[in-house]
């Protein structure tokens, strides 16, 4: 149900340019086949114009989220209850994918990206309250 009371909020507010649109703004609309149905929230990430078709696996945004945040790979692991080696295995696929040769490189691309935006917001939707 949340799901439907969100598309019904964003068709309300339409016309206000600083609401967060997650369905059915044009942007996003294209990746409607990135939502997880069920839980709805996102399964991929992209990260904007700097990587166009470029996009980080919900783990891989999970633990991107908390390198940001300055962790370490085994507080990582600890946190989303992977090995250590699970965690080098994602790090080495986003610097991949962005093209970084070092852990901070990839920190510093993927702050110049719509990365934090689009992971905060859809972690901030699958938070609310059922609207009543």
Known sequence: M???????????????????????????????????????RLVNYYLGDLFPNVYFTTREAETMYLLIQGHTIKSCSEMLQISA???????????????????QQLIETVLDTDFLHEFEGSRKMECEPLIE
Do not use: Q
């Not at 909020?9 to 939502?35: G, I, K, M, W």
């Open 2 to 40: 949340e799901y439907w009371h969100r598309i019904v909020s964003e068709v309300e507010n339409h016309t206000d340019s600083a609401f967060n649109f997650y369905f059915t703004h044009p942007v996003h609309c294209e990746r409607r086949a990135d939502l997880d149905r069920k839980k709805g």
């Open 85 to 103: 080696r699970t965690t080098e295995f994602y790090i080495k696929n986003l610097k991949k994918k962005v093209k970084s040769y070092s852990k």
